[in-house]
């Protein structure tokens, strides 16, 4: 019970540490499989160039390279974040279409203002 509790506590304390850290919690494995499913292998050795990614690539024989290699994995990073923001501005994009405005703009509040008051 009281170990349960100890890690609660230090998974809740990462999470605290680290919240608009949007890696956090996510594994190399994750990653590189995300990018796969949306970009597929072809796309993905076209936006960067590791021979793993191009020559017979696979999942397994990625991540032993990226794990050796820090400037790779820094790339995979963040393409892996670049694609997270794409899906945000799509979900931006297709929310407001749905709510009657544009992309770029924003309703007005329904809020009057308030009156100054003079004395």
């Not at 990018?35 to 072809?42: I, N, Q």
């Not at 990226?66 to 945000?88: D, H, I, N, S």
């Not at 799509?90 to 703009?105: E, F, K, L, V």
Request: net charge positive; glycine share 6%; with cysteine.
């Amino acid at each position: 019970m009281l170990a349960a509790v100890r890690q609660m506590r230090h998974d809740r304390s990462l999470t605290e540490s680290q919240p608009r850290n949007p890696l956090h919690g996510v594994t190399l494995e994750m990653m590189v499989t995300e990018l796969v499913a949306h970009f597929g292998w072809t796309e993905l050795a076209t936006r960067i160039r590791i021979r793993c990614f191009s020559s017979d690539p696979s999942v397994s024989s990625s991540l032993k390279f990226l794990r050796k290699t820090p400037w790779a994995r820094e790339k995979v990073e963040g393409l892996y974040q670049f694609m997270l923001r794409e899906r945000v501005r799509r979900a931006r994009q297709t929310g407001s279409a749905t709510s009657g405005t544009s992309a770029g703009h924003r309703r007005r509040s329904t809020c009057t203002p308030r009156k100054k008051s003079v004395s």
